[in-house]
């Protein structure tokens, strides 16, 4: 069983367009994040959610909405893409109180064209 | 404002030696430091953990050392392999607020 998956794993999309990455757990962690790794590979977080109350939220722009119908899910959207917006995105979950380590999906490789 | 760096954007090595890489932070009082491996295409693995009252610490080849005084990291692969080949990261956590150095590319050579 996958433990973080992310979906879908490559998205094409046009400028303007407005598309949702998907994002789930099923290690029962209360925390999630969303990170923007750029094509100089550097992994900055966009934001952190516990229990699905926002905690970080990075100076991102506001076209960017992550919603976390549960602790389980933490989905990323995006309106309005533009041809900056192309990276890879990675969904990341990790217990709250247990200081252990991140578990990372696979990444979604977002163009915009 | 708050930096994570990590001194070498790449290292090569002679398998067999180890490889040293370190991670310097500043402006930061993180509870815990972690590192990670990512190899092209994949997310990120977990590979150490070290808390900020630990002053070292080992699995297998691997070996973490943190000093809270330096505000430095470094972390040792011993008998390199070239599987060993990867960029590995380190990341400063404090309460649910984790993040990266940039990342070091190590590649070993037979």
């Known amino acids: 069983d996958t433990a973080v998956s992310q979906t879908p794993k490559y998205l094409v999309t046009q400028m303007g367009n407005d598309k949702s990455i998907k994002c789930e757990q099923n290690l029962g962690h209360d925390t999630m994040y969303w990170y923007k790794q750029d094509s100089k590979k550097f992994l900055k977080i966009m934001f952190s959610y516990n229990n699905k109350e926002l905690i970080i939220n990075e100076t991102v722009p506001n076209r960017f909405s992550p919603k976390s119908p549960d602790k389980a899910h933490l989905n990323l959207h995006i309106n309005s893409l533009e041809l900056g917006d192309s990276a890879v995105y990675f969904c990341a979950s990790s217990p709250r109180d247990t200081r252990t380590e991140a578990f990372f999906g696979q990444g979604t490789r977002l163009t915009v064209v | 404002s708050q930096k994570i760096e990590q001194n070498s954007e790449a290292l090569n090595i002679q398998e067999g030696k180890t490889a040293t890489l370190t991670c310097n932070y500043t402006?930061?009082?993180?509870?815990?430091l972690q590192w990670y491996r990512q190899d092209p295409g994949r997310g990120p693995v977990f590979l150490l953990l070290?808390?900020?009252?630990?002053k070292e610490k080992r699995k297998e080849r691997l070996k973490v050392t943190f000093d809270t005084t330096l505000k430095q990291s470094l972390f040792h692969i011993t008998a390199s392999q070239p599987a060993d080949s990867a960029t590995y990261l380190c990341?400063?956590?404090?309460?649910?607020?984790?993040?990266f150095g940039a990342g070091t590319r190590l590649t070993v050579k037979p």
């Open positions: 990341a400063l956590d404090a309460d649910n607020d984790m993040r």
């Open positions: 070290i808390r900020e009252n630990e």
């Open positions: 402006n930061y009082s993180p509870a815990y």
